[in-house]
């Protein structure tokens, strides 16, 4: 089962570099009574400028919470520099709730490989969801072409939209960490 390591062996720095790395924490938000896709969390700087090459990846995971007093659609999701098209990397598409509830947890899962370095790099992405709340869950979604530039550092927006406008819907991050894979 691959190359175990053995009490007392040493380590080099190869091996080290290839552990996934923690890059940073989510700033939490929510979105309530609004139709408009509103950034409810934010890896700031997620990216290291110069960090991605060819083939490396990165894995975020985030939970949340929802509260609804009928069944209205959410849709999550994920890019990477900013909320623009070209920058998707995961969508859950417009779904809708299960019903009335309050604080019902989800949890977002999304994945992006590099595919193409430099201020025109690419990359290739995908992902979950998961929740009691949503009626057909979990729901997977992949994105290609999304656009990063790999020489300047990167945020990573997790977004909400509500298909109504309702003060009782409430869509929030609780916590969030991606790591370098």
């Keep these: 089962m691959g190359n175990a390591v053995r009490a007392g062996q040493k380590i080099g720095a190869e091996t080290l570099n290839d552990l996934p790395a923690h ?8 979105v309530t009574n609004s139709t408009t896709e509103t ?3 934010t ?3 997620a990216i ?12 975020l995971r ?3 919470t929802t509260d609804t007093t009928g069944t209205p659609t959410l849709r999550l999701r994920a890019y990477i520099g900013s909320v623009a098209a070209g920058n998707l990397i995961y969508d859950s598409g417009a779904v809708a709730t299960s019903g009335a509830a309050t604080g019902r947890p989800w949890q977002l899962e999304a994945w992006f490989l590099i595919t193409g370095t430099g201020s025109g790099g690419t990359a290739d992405g995908g992902g ?4 009691a709340h949503i009626a057909s869950s979990p729901l997977f979604d992949s994105q290609t072409g999304a656009a990063i530039d790999t020489t300047a550092a990167q945020d990573i927006l997790i977004t909400a939209t509500w298909g109504t406008a309702s003060a009782s819907d409430t869509a929030r991050t609780t ?3 991606i790591i370098r894979t």
């Design 48 to 59: 290291p400028a110069n960090d991605p090459v060819v083939n490396s990846g990165y894995q």
């Design 43 to 45: 890896f700031s700087a």
């Design 128 to 131: 979950w969801v998961n929740s």
């Design 62 to 64: 985030v939970t949340g």
């Design 175 to 177: 916590a969030g960490a």
């Design 39 to 41: 950034t409810i969390g």
């Design 23 to 30: 890059l940073a924490d989510l700033s939490t938000g929510s």
